[in-house]
């Protein structure tokens, strides 16, 4: 199966500052999706990254705060910008391979802000 | 309104104990996915079994085993004969694929420690 890999695997950062998470996968992806857990709590969907083009949010989640790029079929980046205490999460990035198929996570990115 | 509800938030059993997750999902849609995925400690997501509304078969895979009951809108996942290895949150989710495109649904995970 393909390898899903996330950078970094886990950082503590200081408040008001920005870091930024890439996702790699060794193969073509369809659709890549960026997943925040906060502790103790389920997932929720930050965003679908969109190849060449913005990425899609959810309810709750925008641009400013968390942009995203997707250059191509393997890559992507998820940006935590202005971190405060509560971003405080692991941030996972997910990919569909062809078609419609159960997604497949990354590692994670565990995230903590003082 | 909550679509996948997994009501158990934490469970304890003795090693080799058959331990059962249950699920409750909602959706309108005639057309959907559910799914399970297991985390352990170490925090990856691991896929163990996706099943699609028109497939009502029950599944086993090993000690894994998955009951889909439309009636009663479950998918509750059985572990026989529990390991130490089976400790872990289990997420169980719904997709309304294609209907919500590919928006994942979670629940908010059972926490399962099997004591040896």
């Known amino acids: 199966s393909a390898v899903i890999s996330q950078k970094p695997s886990r950082d503590i950062c200081q408040r008001g500052t920005s870091l930024t998470i890439q996702c790699q996968v060794d193969s073509q992806v369809t659709m890549m999706f960026w997943y925040r857990q906060q502790p103790g709590q389920s997932l929720t969907l930050i965003a679908t990254?969109?190849?060449?083009?913005?990425?899609?949010?959810e309810s709750g989640f925008v641009i400013d705060k968390f942009p995203i790029s997707r250059p191509n079929l393997t890559f992507s980046t998820l940006t935590v910008s202005n971190m405060s205490p509560e971003d405080s999460s692991i941030y996972l990035c997910?990919?569909?391979?062809?078609?419609?198929?159960?997604?497949?996570f990354g590692d994670g990115t565990r995230l903590s802000i003082l | 309104a909550q679509k996948v509800t997994q009501a158990q938030t934490e469970i304890s059993v003795v090693e080799k104990e058959d331990v059962t997750l249950d699920c409750v999902y909602e959706t309108r849609d005639t057309t959907y996915y559910l799914f399970w995925y297991k985390q352990p400690p170490s925090g990856e997501l691991v896929f163990l079994i996706r099943r699609n509304s028109f497939d009502e078969q029950n599944e086993i895979s090993g000690r894994y085993s998955w009951n889909f009951q439309k009636s009663t809108s479950s998918f509750n996942f059985t572990i026989t004969a529990s390991q130490v290895v089976d400790s872990a949150v289990y997420f169980c989710?719904?997709?309304?694929?294609?209907?919500?495109?590919?928006?994942?649904?979670f629940g908010t995970g059972t926490s399962l420690t099997v004591i040896p």
């Open positions: 989710a719904l997709s309304e694929f294609p209907h919500t495109g590919n928006q994942f649904y």
């Open positions: 990254a969109n190849q060449g083009s913005e990425a899609t949010y």
């Open positions: 997910s990919v569909e391979f062809k078609g419609f198929q159960p997604q497949h």
